[in-house]
Nanobody, 117 residues
Framework: QVQLVESGGGLVQPGGSLRLSCANS????????MTWYRQAPGKQRELVAA???????NYADSVKGRFTISRDNAKNTLYLQMNSLKPEDTAVYYCRARDGGILIGSWGQGTQVTVSS
C-alpha cells in the first residue's frame, strides 16, 4: 500500500518554527489530496490541514494563519510549515493521502513536535 514517511519534528521554543515533510517513493502527490493530522496524548486525532489535487487548502481553526500546507509533486513531498508555535501544538503529526473521502494506507509512525521552554 501507499506508505508515507513523516520527518522534521523536534523540540522548539514557543514562537519558533518547524517545517514537517512527508515523503513517498512514488509519484502519488499529484493524484491524491494530502492531509496532516496530529494527536496529542489523551486526545483524539484531529485534522490539521489538507490540500487537494488542485491546490485548494483548508486548516483547523487552531492553526489557521500560523501553519501552511503545501505540496511539491515533482519531489513527491508534502510539507507543513509551522510558525508561531505554541505549547498546545505539541503532538505527533501524521500525513495521509486521501482519495475522495477515503484515507489511503495506514497511520505511520508520525513525527513528534514538542513546543516547550
Amino acid at each position: 500500500q501507499v506508505q508515507l514517511v513523516e520527518s522534521g519534528g523536534g523540540l522548539v521554543q514557543p514562537g519558533g518554527s518547524l517545517r514537517l515533510s512527508c515523503a513517498n517513493s512514488r509519484s502519488i502527490f499529484s493524484i491524491y489530496a494530502m492531509t496532516w493530522y496530529r494527536q496529542a496524548p489523551g486526545k483524539q486525532r484531529e485534522l490539521v490541514a489538507a490540500i487537494t489535487t488542485d491546490g485548494t487548502t483548508n486548516y483547523a481553526d487552531s492553526v489557521k494563519g500560523r501553519f501552511t500546507i503545501s505540496r511539491d509533486n515533482a519531489k513527491n513531498t508534502l510539507y507543513l510549515q509551522m510558525n508561531s508555535l505554541k505549547p498546545e501544538d505539541t503532538a505527533v503529526y501524521y500525513c495521509r493521502a486521501r482519495d475522495g473521502g477515503i484515507l489511503i494506507g495506514s497511520w505511520g509512525q508520525g513525527t513528534q513536535v514538542t513546543v516547550s521552554s
